[in-house]
């Protein structure tokens, strides 16, 4: 009887092993993530006709570039009945140049306005009303109006990041001489004597960019997991405009992961392609699970942080244009090979298994 517990034991041992080696996958998630870049505007211009009083925001308008005290002010705004958005008797103003840049190929997941906005008063339902233009102003989307709730200034967010405004959008839509803002103040009443004024109106693109990982060094095969021989990742952009970049590469430690290798001063060219390679052989000392490669211009911007939630979490300050998520088993990294990790879970059932026997042993002694 006790030599059939022993070896009911050992079997159990020996399937733990063998499970060890057969199933060497992990379920993480691998993807190409999407990241959301703010931008402000740095040229504004007034609708003069068929506009309200066809002056927009007549007094400082530029104010509207950064989120400061100054504001741009539309006085007695509107003519007439500008109780509707698109009529003539809203004033209307636009704001562009907001140096977008965003490689060529990225979808384009949403669009976010913020306007910071104060008015004189409530009466007579005041409102603003944001729409946007993607090719200098010739079309616009179907503008998004919200009515007022405060005479201090505050905080009114037009669209989100899911919201692409009833269109498609492509990346070159974006550049300073098509992409434009265009700002709508009315309200219900006549005569119009409701001032408006605008703090800060910067717009928030939310975008996936054309960067994945691929298993061979001429990037045809993309791949999301790398482990035993598959050991060397191949990263790839398409559409990156011409200048240089840099690619940190994050392993899945501490704070998200930890920044384990740089690639700096990757040059592009007219083609727009963009590559960069990791051998996670370099590192022994890596933490298998979801890695993630960045992509930031080389110059202008703060270099990447250590961890990799600090440079996830703003991506203003470190200029991401890029984020791939990739899976890396223990077994791709020299640290963890599957033969190690089996010898370990070995090690670890025998170790059960003797303090069982002893346990058992002292019971029958006593």
């Known amino acids: 009887m006790k030599v059939l517990k022993h070896r009911r034991v050992i079997s159990i041992v020996v399937v733990l092993v063998v499970l060890t080696f057969l199933v060497p996958h992990y379920a993480w998630a691998a993807m190409n993530v999407s990241v959301t870049r703010q931008y402000s505007p740095s040229a504004n211009a007034a609708i003069t006709s068929g506009a309200g009083d066809n002056d927009g925001f007549q007094t400082t308008p530029a104010n509207a570039y950064a989120d400061d005290t100054s504001v741009a002010t539309d006085t007695n705004s509107g003519f007439g009945d500008n109780s509707v958005p698109t009529g003539t008797g809203t004033d209307k103003h636009n704001y562009y140049n907001f140096g977008i840049s965003l490689p060529s190929g990225s979808t384009i997941n949403g669009i976010q306005v913020r306007a910071d906005i104060s008015v004189d008063s409530l009466t007579n339902g005041p409102y603003t009303a944001i729409r946007l233009s993607w090719n200098g102003g010739t079309s616009w989307t179907t503008e998004k109006s919200i009515t007022l709730t405060g005479t201090a200034e505050t905080t009114y967010n037009y669209g989100n990041s899911s919201d692409t405004w009833g269109r498609t959008w492509s990346a070159t839509e974006f550049t300073n001489g098509n992409f434009r803002v265009q700002v709508i103040n009315g309200d219900t009443g006549n005569p119009n004597n409701r001032d408006f004024s605008l703090d800060w109106i910067p717009v928030s693109i939310t975008f996936t960019a054309p960067w994945d990982s691929y298993e061979d060094s001429g990037r045809t095969t993309i791949r999301d997991t ?95 244009l890029g984020n791939d998520s990739f899976i890396v088993e223990p077994s791709a990294i020299p640290e963890f090979p599957t033969i190690i990790t089996g010898i370990a879970v070995a090690a670890a059932c025998f170790g059960i298994y003797y303090w069982m026997r002893r346990r058992r042993l002292k019971h029958v002694k006593t």
């Open 226 to 320: 790398f482990q035993d021989t598959f050991n060397i990742v191949y990263m790839k952009g398409t559409g990156y405009p011409t200048g240089n970049y840099t690619v940190s590469y994050y392993d899945a430690g501490a704070n998200g992961g930890q920044k384990i290798y740089t690639e700096s001063n990757i040059s592009v060219n007219g083609s727009g392609i963009l590559n960069s390679m990791y051998n996670l052989t370099s590192n022994p000392g890596a933490t298998p699970g979801t890695w993630h490669a960045l992509v930031q211009p080389y110059s202008g911007y703060t270099p990447f942080p250590t961890d990799y939630d600090a440079a996830a979490g703003a991506p203003d300050t470190y200029g991401i």
